[in-house]
């Protein structure tokens, strides 16, 4: 009897992924030095969705180095000031992250949950969650109010298939030209600064 409850519910999240997967529509924003990058409209938001995919000739282990660095991976994260860690347990870790903004916006910060999950089929999944509330607001920041993404890379051959996908809610006031361009540029200079630091 259990073992058909657990088929249902698989039955049941298959058919709500495959209907949510069927009700996105992604649409080309780039597509340009092997990285194109996709944009979604989200219900309910202001802002759009952004999706980045390329192929980086690296191993899926050399880009988790990449990514667990946290001081480091700030100088390949898009207009990324300063990143720490703040904790780490098993699969989890909490990171916190200061954005260079362009005036007169006020500067942005954000509390990230990382959960990483390995695939079976030698794949990584970094599942990222704001968790706003985390730590106590600094002074002189607008703290990101809401972040839902993951990383995923997966291997092909001599090389790793990298996605990166996010909707952000940045909280306060934020010019639609900044808001419009930073959904194509945070992805794009991401993956591009991301790949050449893997492929050197």
């Known amino acids: 009897m259990r073992s058909l409850h657990r088929m249902a519910v698989v039955c049941g999240l298959t058919t709500l992924l495959a209907t949510a997967a069927h009700a996105e529509d992604w649409q080309v924003a780039k597509n340009e030095a092997g990285i194109k990058i996709s944009l979604n409209e989200v219900p309910g938001s202001k802002y759009k969705a952004y999706r980045g995919v390329t192929l980086v000739k690296a191993s899926v282990a050399k880009l988790r180095a990449l990514q667990e660095d946290v001081p480091g991976a700030c100088s390949w994260v898009h207009e990324c000031k300063v990143q720490k860690l703040l904790k780490h347990e098993g699969n989890q870790s909490w990171t916190y992250t200061r954005y260079n903004t362009?005036?007169?916006?006020?500067?942005?910060?954000?509390?990230?949950?990382?959960?990483?999950?390995?695939?079976?089929?030698?794949?990584?999944?970094?599942?990222?969650?704001?968790?706003?509330?985390?730590?106590?607001?600094?002074?002189?920041?607008?703290?990101?109010?809401?972040?839902?993404?993951?990383?995923?890379?997966?291997?092909?051959?001599?090389?790793?298939?990298?996605?990166?996908?996010?909707?952000?809610?940045?909280?306060?006031?934020?010019?639609?030209?900044?808001a419009n361009s930073f959904v194509v540029d945070a992805p794009f200079n991401t993956l591009k600064a991301l790949r050449e630091r893997a492929e050197k």
């Open 102 to 178: 362009p005036w007169p916006v006020t500067p942005r910060d954000s509390v990230l949950h990382v959960t990483t999950i390995e695939g079976a089929d030698g794949s990584l999944t970094r599942k990222l969650e704001g968790v706003p509330r985390y730590i106590p607001e600094e002074k002189g920041f607008v703290r990101v109010a809401q972040v839902e993404g993951f990383w995923k890379f997966v291997p092909k051959g001599d090389s790793t298939e990298v996605t990166y996908q996010v909707h952000t809610e940045p909280g306060g006031s934020v010019p639609s030209w900044l």
